[in-house]
């Protein structure tokens, strides 16, 4: 019988699209149907009246398992609804919706965003049968973030196929029918076939960047630099020539955005087991093109550092180093005292939800109750200047 085994989920949002992706039991056609949404004064379906006026419709007749469809000419920052279906050769019907999906935001417009990783990472450890995921997603949901960021270790062993369900798509599949994510690789992905087929990030997919709202984020894949041969060293690839330094260089060269965002897994300073040294390599270089966040995981608690530049404290426009490793807590992965780079640290799980504005970055840690334990403002002036509170 004909079913849907995972999503729908978004990817790929920008001002003007959004691709709507899902995976089906056996090969079948698929179609998306968007349609308008209008507000109205009650509480039916979150102040919005069930869809009437369809915009568009795509279909690929070409039968497939993973589902990709992109939905064109739509309009920035605004709210449509979804619905996905799908028919095998004997005619077989499936469908889901109606979701709500959102574009992404213009410049200028303020937006949030979640973030939180080992979803798998943390499950060889995990005695609570899933309990944590499934409490991560649903508290990220009741903040209701335009996009969410998943710092890599998405699954326990990214060549099993069955981990992709179990440890990600089935305990988020309510949060990620309605908001778009992106994630960097993790060890425990190990660059696995399944995910390019069930993620569809910018090119070249492992290491990628892209815009919404006054942020520019980048995605950078620190196991290829950091390969499990060599772990915790690089293999020597962290320099002008290698691929993924030259697009970072370009990258950030590029981009006049706002707000500067990078993220990767392997975490260059944590005052705890697995921080990996030598991606300091490319400090210096965020530093140089302006870079405000720097986001990682691996080591599996929260920990933010103080502003830091030159390898040192400074307070006028240092970069905030966050390590989010949400989705488990290993308090015994913490050294007995912190370094001196570490602001804030505790083993907990968590996830992060972020404020961005023209004019700050605000920046919560909430743990799986719904308890907040830190915060912290990034405010920029019209003259650039940075001030942390």
Not at 61 to 71: C, D, K, M, N, S
Not at 198 to 226: K, N, Q
Not at 274 to 298: A, F, T, W
Request: aromatic residues 14%; glycine residues 8%.
């Amino acid at each position: 019988m004909l079913t849907i085994v995972k999503g729908p989920y978004l990817q790929r949002p920008t001002t003007e699209t959004m691709t709507i992706m899902w995976e089906t039991s056996e090969p079948a056609a698929g179609q998306v149907d968007l349609w308008a949404s209008e507000r109205i004064h009650s509480g039916h379906r979150g102040n919005y009246k069930p869809p009437e006026r369809l915009v568009s419709s795509v279909r690929h007749a070409e039968p497939a398992t993973i589902h990709r469809l992109a939905l064109r000419g739509l309009e920035p920052g605004t709210l449509y609804f979804y619905q996905i279906y799908a028919e095998n050769a004997a005619g077989e019907r499936v469908q889901s919706g109606p979701h709500p999906l959102k574009t992404a935001v213009p410049r200028g417009v303020p937006f949030s965003f979640t973030v939180t990783s080992e979803t798998g990472g943390y499950s060889g450890f995990d005695v609570t049968d899933g309990r944590i995921n499934r409490n991560i997603f649903r508290r990220m949901g009741q903040y209701r973030p335009d996009i969410a960021l998943f710092v890599g270790d998405l699954v326990n062993d990214g060549h099993r196929y069955e981990d992709w369900e179990t440890y990600f798509f089935g305990p988020g599949k309510e949060f990620l029918r309605s908001t778009p994510f992106y994630s960097c690789l993790g060890n425990h992905e190990d660059h696995a076939e399944w995910y390019d087929a069930f993620m569809d990030f910018p090119s070249p997919r492992s290491y990628y960047s892209f815009d919404y709202g006054d942020v520019h984020f980048t995605c950078l894949d620190s196991t290829e630099w950091i390969p499990s041969a060599s772990y915790p060293h690089s293999a020597g690839e962290i320099r002008p020539g290698n691929a993924q330094f030259d697009f970072l260089v370009r990258d950030l060269e590029a981009y006049d955005a706002r707000w500067k965002v990078v993220f990767f897994h392997y975490p260059p300073y944590v005052s705890g087991g697995y921080q990996v040294e030598d991606l300091r390599q490319i400090c210096p270089l965020l530093e140089r093109y302006g870079v405000d966040l720097v986001i990682n995981s691996h080591t599996i608690v929260y920990e933010r550092s103080h502003p830091l530049r030159s390898g040192q404290v400074d307070e006028e426009g240092g970069i905030v180093y966050l390590v989010a490793g949400g989705a488990g807590a290993m308090p015994e992965w913490l050294l007995p005292k912190r370094e001196w780079h570490t602001s804030q640290s505790l083993a907990v799980p968590h996830f992060l939800q972020v404020t961005a504005t023209s004019s700050r970055l605000e920046i919560r840690a909430i743990d799986e109750e719904g308890r907040l334990f830190d915060s912290f403002r990034i405010r920029k002036g019209n003259d650039g200047k940075k001030t942390y509170d």
